[in-house]
């Protein structure tokens, strides 16, 4: 299975301020995904990253929220925008594999705003 | 749509005993069936996954889980728990295409010595 790798494992960031989050795959692959996972809650993507065409957002999801760049097949960025208390979240990075599509998952990126 | 739908957020058991974590699914096609899990402070692993073939699979660390087509039922079991499986659980479905993924909302599963 890939090796995803993101940065930062996690931040304390002021309300307004924006953040970008780095994931490094160490293969080249398809499909990336952004999760989100709230405190205590399940996971929910935010958006499909292919490389070479613009992210697909899901509903609730905006591209001036949380611009994704995916400039080539292991490497993507989520940036979250303009943000607000309600933005702590764990920001998970996966990759889709296997004849099932199985999603594997970097360690997450905590963030906490203040 | 399909949903996923694990009943309890919350298991305690203790040490040695047997684990079980519910998971149910609504789908209107065969689905592909998987259990995740998340220690604290990290991301997902993959523990098992269903795609076809052998209604039971074997995991890692000593899960296994049933696929019950009659009952849409892919419960998690373990016979004797450890206390390194203190952690949180999560039943996953995505469609034949492996396109779309549906988690469930999770279980805490707590082990006391």
């Known amino acids: 299975s890939a090796v995803i790798s993101q940065k930062p494992s996690r931040d304390i960031c002021q309300r307004g301020t924006s953040l970008t989050i780095q994931c490094q795959v160490d293969?080249?692959?398809?499909?990336m995904f952004w999760y989100r996972q709230q405190p205590g809650q399940s996971l929910t993507l935010i958006a499909t990253a292919n490389q070479g065409s613009e992210a697909t957002y899901e509903s609730g999801f905006v591209i001036d929220k949380f611009p994704i760049s995916r400039p080539n097949l292991t490497f993507s960025t989520l940036t979250v925008s303009n943000m607000s208390p309600e933005d702590s979240s764990i920001y998970l990075c996966?990759?889709?594999?296997?004849?099932?599509?199985?999603?594997?998952f970097g360690e997450g990126s905590r963030l906490t705003v203040l | 749509a399909q949903s996923v739908t694990q009943l309890g957020s919350h298991v305690s058991v203790s040490e040695g005993a047997l684990v079980l974590l519910r998971c149910n699914y609504s789908s209107s096609v065969p689905p592909y069936l998987f259990w995740y899990v998340q220690y604290p402070n990290q991301g997902l692993q993959l523990l098992l996954k269903?795609?076809?073939?052998?209604?039971l699979v074997k995991g890692i660390n000593g899960f296994e889980a049933e696929f019950k087509k009659s009952e849409t039922s892919f419960h998690l079991t373990k016979p004797s728990a450890h206390m390194s499986d203190a952690a949180e659980y999560f039943c996953?479905?995505?469609?034949?295409?492996?396109?779309?993924?549906?988690f469930g909302t999770g279980t805490s599963l707590t082990v006391i010595p």
């Open positions: 293969s080249q692959v398809t499909m």
């Open positions: 996966s990759v889709g594999e296997g004849a099932a599509g199985e999603l594997f």
């Open positions: 269903y795609t076809t073939g052998a209604t």
């Open positions: 996953a479905v995505s469609d034949n295409t492996g396109n779309q993924f549906y």
